[in-house]
């Protein structure tokens, strides 16, 4: 059975940092591509950071310099390091892991919060 469990979010005053971890199982984790996702109240769920198998990462625009997602494979985790928080930033931050071959396999997390606000 695929479980990605995050943890980590809650609330932090503008200017703050958290760390978001997940811990994925049931995966030959090495094999995918890990990321992060958020939504925002009452807007869509948008991508904020991604790490291939081959530790090539990109971030979206509005956390570039802010945000780093990292990955260890020897303990099937992938973390993002959220500095500079702003209001902006709150949303329910989901974990995703993707492996794209002959068929495409997409496993989601169930979401943490995280709140900035003062």
């Known amino acids: 059975q695929v479980q990605l469990v995050e943890s980590g979010g809650g609330l932090v005053q503008p200017g703050g940092s958290l760390r978001l971890s997940c811990s994925a199982s049931?995966?030959?984790?090495?094999?995918?591509?890990m990321a992060w996702y958020r939504q925002p109240p009452g807007a869509q769920r948008e991508l904020v950071a991604r790490?291939?198998?081959?530790?090539?990462?990109w971030h979206a625009d509005s956390v570039k310099g802010r945000f780093t997602i990292s990955r260890d494979n020897a303990k099937n985790t992938v973390a993002l390091q959220m500095n500079s928080l702003r209001p902006e930033d709150t949303a329910v931050y989901y974990c995703?892991?993707?492996?794209?071959?002959?068929?495409?396999?997409?496993?989601w997390g169930k979401g943490t919060l995280v709140t900035v606000s003062s």
């Open positions: 790490i291939s198998s081959s530790f090539i990462t």
């Open positions: 049931g995966i030959h984790f090495n094999d995918y591509t």
């Open positions: 995703n892991a993707i492996r794209v071959s002959t068929v495409t396999v997409n496993y």
